[in-house]
């Protein structure tokens, strides 16, 4: 089954971003009412977090509907926003695979103590790799993670910088404090300070209540900030002031809140390039890279693969998709492939061939990507001949999915319609 879906119910509004990249899906309901309403309407929930001080007396009809729903839903009652507010932060530094331990170990009337122990992942899982490359990694993590040292994630797009930064905070003695995502490329230049830096009440219209800001939340915690290469250059100095006091001035304040945090910034961007040509400051530059770590390409480590593939549809299997093996000829041919959207592109290909596969096995003809990047294939039995014919194979199984509509195959093989309308000339289809 597997579904990756949590509803919450109460608790104070603002105290939510932290699951904002959480790798789930998560609902925010404020009455009891509304949150039966959305069982009833047969929405599935994974687990129901319900906050006692908002919810009375409507409690006890909803934790029926929610144990009554099939499948059933796992509840967890907590006393008050306090409560809620330290398992927000402790679900954001969650995989989808640990929800299902964390299920596992929730009763409905849980004792924390118990339910958090039992579902605190090992150091490095979700950071699949047994290649030289990935273990060097991993003993430098090991080295460097304890010591609460700024560090800097370097390397391509999809290499899997943020499963390192996890792994890095899992490893440090912050682990049972929050760890908080933020992507500075994805937040808009207006609301940057703000949701870093946090604001008062009436700092500007529209601000009808102070936030803490991602800063002042991963307090005694690590704040992930990915993408720093997009952080606007006012940011830039703002953050480095912090960094410098170890304090922080929300917008609106005059007097400033003490902050003791680890950063752990990530780029697919050269920084130092970035400096050179005037678009990063250099004094942040150099506080931040106290220590590189370089993600390494999938390309480079691509002994890993078959591993990265297990685990891969081990995580499908959990999201509901029936159990699939993989073919050795496809493997080979996974490991011919440049790869470079990385893991990530990794996980679309295994998606992609995972709906496309009717038997129990994945095997060359469902494989669809982009041969420019095919690497090597004279060392395994593909050519490039075959490749051809296997991206064929699989656009026609993508358009008998979906019935001939071209968007939704277009969709299911991840790539544009554009693209798709050029393969269907190419091959006649
Ligand atoms: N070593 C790994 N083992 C298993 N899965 C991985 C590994 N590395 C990355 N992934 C998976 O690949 C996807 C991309 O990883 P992640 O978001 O950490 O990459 P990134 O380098 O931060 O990408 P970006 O630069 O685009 O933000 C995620 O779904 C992640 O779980």
Request: with cysteine.
């Given at each position: 089954?597997?579904i990756?879906?949590i509803?919450?119910?109460g608790?104070?509004?603002?105290t939510?971003?932290?699951?904002a990249r959480?790798?789930?899906?998560v609902t925010?309901?404020?009455?009891?009412?509304?949150?039966?309403?959305?069982?009833?309407?047969?929405e599935i929930?994974?687990?129901?977090?319900i906050t006692?001080s908002?919810?009375?007396?409507?409690?006890?009809?909803l934790c029926?509907?929610?144990?009554?729903?099939?499948p059933?839903?796992?509840?967890m009652l907590v006393?008050?926003?306090d409560?809620?507010?330290?398992?927000?932060?402790w679900?954001?530094?969650?995989?989808?695979?640990?929800i299902?331990?964390?299920?596992?170990?929730?009763?409905p009337?849980?004792?924390k103590?118990k339910?958090?122990?039992s579902a605190?992942?090992?150091?490095?899982e979700g950071?699949?790799?047994?290649?030289p490359?990935m273990?060097k990694?991993?003993t430098?993590?090991?080295k460097i993670?304890?010591?609460?040292?700024?560090?800097?994630?370097?390397g391509?797009?999809?290499?899997?910088?943020?499963?390192?930064?996890r792994?890095?905070h899992?490893?440090?003695a912050?682990?049972d404090?929050?760890?908080?995502?933020?992507?500075?490329?994805a937040?808009s230049?207006t609301?940057?300070?703000?949701?870093?830096?946090?604001?008062?009440?009436?700092?500007?219209?529209?601000a009808?209540?102070?936030?803490?800001?991602m800063?002042?939340?991963?307090d005694?915690?690590?704040?992930?900030?990915?993408?720093i290469?997009?952080?606007p250059?006012?940011?830039?100095a703002?953050?480095?002031r912090?960094?410098?006091?170890?304090?922080?001035k929300?917008?609106?304040?005059?007097?400033?809140?003490?902050?003791?945090?680890?950063?752990?910034?990530?780029?697919?961007?050269n920084?130092?390039e970035?400096?050179?040509?005037?678009?990063?400051?250099?004094?942040?530059y150099?506080?931040?890279?106290?220590i590189?770590i370089?993600?390494?390409?999938l390309r480079?480590?691509?002994?890993?693969i078959p591993?990265i593939c297990?685990h891969?549809?081990?995580?499908?299997?959990?999201?509901?998709?029936?159990?699939k093996t993989i073919?050795?000829?496809a493997?080979?041919?996974?490991s011919?492939?440049?790869?470079?959207g990385?893991?990530?592109e990794?996980?679309?290909?295994?998606?992609r061939?995972t709906?496309?596969?009717?038997?129990?096995t994945i095997?060359t003809?469902?494989l669809?990507?982009?041969s420019?990047h095919?690497?090597?294939?004279?060392?395994?039995?593909?050519n490039?001949g075959?490749?051809a014919?296997?991206?064929?194979?699989?656009i026609?199984?993508?358009?008998?999915?979906?019935?001939g509509?071209?968007?939704?195959?277009a969709?299911?093989?991840g790539?544009?319609?554009a693209?798709l309308?050029?393969?269907?000339?190419?091959?006649?289809i």
């Amino acid at each position: 089954m597997g579904i990756s879906s949590i509803l919450i119910i109460g608790g104070k509004p603002g105290t939510f971003r932290q699951t904002a990249r959480a790798p789930f899906k998560v609902t925010y309901v404020d009455d009891a009412g509304d949150a039966a309403a959305m069982v009833r309407d047969d929405e599935i929930f994974q687990l129901a977090i319900i906050t006692l001080s908002k919810t009375g007396p409507a409690v006890l009809p909803l934790c029926n509907s929610l144990l009554e729903a099939t499948p059933p839903a796992k509840v967890m009652l907590v006393a008050g926003d306090d409560e809620l507010q330290e398992i927000l932060s402790w679900l954001a530094g969650l995989t989808p695979g640990d929800i299902n331990s964390f299920t596992r170990s929730t009763a409905p009337l849980p004792e924390k103590e118990k339910t958090v122990t039992s579902a605190l992942p090992s150091r490095f899982e979700g950071l699949i790799g047994e290649s030289p490359e990935m273990k060097k990694v991993k003993t430098l993590i090991e080295k460097i993670a304890p010591t609460g040292t700024t560090i800097l994630l370097q390397g391509e797009s999809g290499t899997g910088k943020e499963v390192l930064a996890r792994a890095i905070h899992r490893s440090s003695a912050r682990s049972d404090r929050p760890f908080i995502p933020v992507d500075c490329a994805a937040i808009s230049g207006t609301i940057i300070e703000s949701e870093l830096f946090g604001h008062a009440k009436g700092a500007f219209t529209g601000a009808d209540r102070s936030t803490l800001g991602m800063i002042r939340s991963a307090d005694k915690g690590t704040l992930f900030l990915d993408e720093i290469g997009e952080l606007p250059m006012n940011m830039q100095a703002k953050l480095l002031r912090t960094l410098q006091e170890r304090a922080v001035k929300p917008v609106g304040e005059s007097r400033i809140y003490p902050v003791d945090i680890r950063i752990i910034a990530a780029t697919n961007r050269n920084l130092a390039e970035g400096v050179k040509n005037g678009e990063f400051r250099e004094d942040l530059y150099y506080r931040l890279n106290a220590i590189t770590i370089y993600a390494p390409p999938l390309r480079e480590r691509a002994s890993d693969i078959p591993l990265i593939c297990r685990h891969i549809l081990n995580r499908l299997e959990n999201e509901g998709f029936t159990q699939k093996t993989i073919s050795e000829r496809a493997l080979t041919m996974l490991s011919a492939y440049g790869w470079p959207g990385n893991v990530r592109e990794l996980e679309n290909v295994m998606r992609r061939a995972t709906m496309l596969t009717n038997g129990d096995t994945i095997d060359t003809d469902v494989l669809s990507f982009e041969s420019g990047h095919m690497l090597a294939l004279e060392a395994c039995d593909v050519n490039p001949g075959s490749m051809a014919s296997h991206e064929k194979e699989a656009i026609q199984k993508a358009l008998q999915k979906t019935s001939g509509n071209r968007r939704a195959a277009a969709d299911l093989l991840g790539i544009s319609e554009a693209t798709l309308y050029r393969r269907l000339k190419t091959y006649s289809i």
